[in-house]
T-cell receptor, first 114, second 113 residues
Framework: EAQVTQNPRYLITVTGKKLTVTCSQN?????MSWYRQDPGLGLRQIYYSMNVEVTDKGDVPEGYKVSRKEKRNFPLILESPSPNQTSLYFC?????????????FGNGTRLTVT | GDSVTQMEGPVTLSEEAFLTINCTYT??????LFWYVQYPGEGLQLLLKATKADDKGSNKGFEATYRKETTSFHLEKGSVQVSDSAVYFCALRQGNQGGKLIFGQGTELSVKP
């Protein structure tokens, strides 16, 4: 089954403790991206990657890192999480960025930073 | 910059009622337009899309037409079911913005039996 898989689904951590949220897709997609969803703010892009070893900042990249060493994986790294990073995070992928390449989303990771 | 505006929710309807969720956009160029649906506790699923003016996207009884003259992409369904209860997001995408999807705020739909 074609899918985007995120882990974990739920995560509670404390301020400053480094964490990684994994994302993997099995559709051989070149493009991958991370979004965060917050009440009243909708979904905002954090980082994206056009292909292996090619990443770039989205609208809200502060406090996050990403890497794209393999085509299928695109982990989101929070080196020193803070409470304002408490949010619902979504990974997404697509073949490209063209008009016929809709984004496919994972089921989300709900992160709480205390 | 580009933006998407949706009607505010929540929208509460009775089963078999007609649904319209308004969506308008501001964009330079010729974006693709999408509706995504988010069921409770789940990720976003693509509901339908349209890639150029006058295109009609349809899926599962939902329809939306890309209207360039009114910069709109309203979602409609003739007869909603309880199982349609979810949050609906209108979004646009342009290839020259890093593939970013620009979302509206989302509209929560609640369908009562």
């Amino acid at each position: 089954e074609a899918q985007v898989t995120q882990n974990p689904r739920y995560l509670i951590t404390v301020t400053g403790k480094k964490l990684t949220v994994t994302c993997s897709q099995n559709m051989n997609h070149e493009y991958m991206s991370w979004y965060r969803q917050d009440p009243g703010l909708g979904l905002r892009q954090i980082y994206y990657s056009m292909n292996v070893e090619v990443t770039d900042k989205g609208d809200v990249p502060e406090g996050y890192k990403v890497s794209r060493k393999e085509k299928r994986n695109f982990p989101l790294i929070l080196e020193s999480p803070s409470p304002n990073q408490t949010s619902l995070y979504f990974c997404a992928s697509s073949y490209g960025t063209g008009v016929n390449s809709p984004l496919h989303f994972g089921n989300g990771t709900r992160l709480t930073v205390t | 910059g580009d933006s998407v505006t949706q009607m505010e929710g929540p929208v509460t309807l009775s089963e078999e009622a007609f649904l319209t969720i308004n969506c308008t956009y501001t964009a330079t160029g010729y974006p693709s337009l999408f509706w995504y649906v988010q069921y409770p506790g789940e990720g976003l699923q693509l509901l339908l899309k349209a890639t150029k003016a006058d295109d009609k996207g349809s899926n599962k009884g939902f329809e939306a037409t890309y209207r360039k003259e009114t910069t709109s992409f309203h979602l409609e369904k003739g007869s909603v079911q309880v199982s349609d209860s979810a949050v609906y997001f209108c979004a646009l995408r342009q290839g020259n913005q890093g593939g970013k999807l620009i979302f509206g705020q989302g509209t929560e739909l609640s369908v009562k039996p």
